[in-house]
């Protein structure tokens, strides 16, 4: 069931968010055998359960491996995670999400997708939940640091009923990257089919 932000009669726009989660879910393909063998080879340098080295290393090769190139004009394409790695990892912001996201529920973890808007564009980017806690979130991101063994600075993450979520965008080398500055956003979790609408109160 859908979590209407509006609470009324379905508007266009709830059409279109609808319709926005069925493609997501359909473009997270975590059980095609090429999307498989890609998140796991990764993984498998941090073996074990789900940790936060998984996270990394899945972060850190896309990232460093991305070549983005724009969908047509006046039509967002969301292509399958096979279809992007299948490309050499080329694509906007949102196959670079939907890459992210997928791959982070394919090694067990709990992964969203983000649609953020304000008054000169639009981005997507991909969260990844470490703790149901702040403390323990960070405790994650404070091994995070000591994997990648650097200043990392500023670790960006959202701390709220819903857990811990870091930020997986493209905005930098590491998870944890600034957060694009919007003014709405629409959170969409495949895992059940729902999305919430948030608004800035600056």
């Not at 359909?26 to 993984?43: C, G, H, Q, V």
């Not at 067990?108 to 808007?117: D, H, N, T």
């Not at 939940?129 to 403390?135: L, Q, R, Y």
């Not at 709220?160 to 905005?171: F, K, R």
């Amino acid at each position: 069931q859908y979590k209407n932000p509006y609470n009324k009669v379905p508007t266009q726009e709830e059409i279109y968010m609808r319709n926005t989660i069925t493609k997501l879910k359909d473009s997270m393909d975590n059980e095609n055998p090429i999307t498989r063998k890609f998140y796991l080879s990764l993984a498998s340098k941090s073996p074990g359960n789900f940790n936060i080295g998984q996270i990394a290393s899945i972060y850190s090769y896309i990232y460093s491996n991305w070549k983005y190139v724009n969908d047509p004009i006046s039509r967002d394409y969301f292509a399958k995670a096979s279809e992007t790695i299948e490309s050499n990892l080329t694509g906007d912001c949102d196959d670079f999400a939907i890459l992210m996201a997928t791959c982070i529920q394919g090694i067990g973890g709990e992964s969203r997708i983000v649609f953020a808007q304000n008054s000169t564009g639009k981005h997507a980017y991909a969260e990844v939940k470490i703790a149901n806690d702040e403390n323990t979130g960070i405790q994650v991101i404070n091994n995070m640091r000591a994997f990648y063994g650097e200043n990392l600075g500023t670790i960006h993450y959202k701390n709220n009923s819903d857990g811990v979520w870091l930020n997986l965008d493209w905005n930098g080398s590491t998870p944890g990257s600034k957060y694009f500055d919007s003014d709405r956003e629409w959170v969409f979790d495949m895992r059940d089919n729902t999305y919430k609408y948030y608004e800035s109160s600056k």
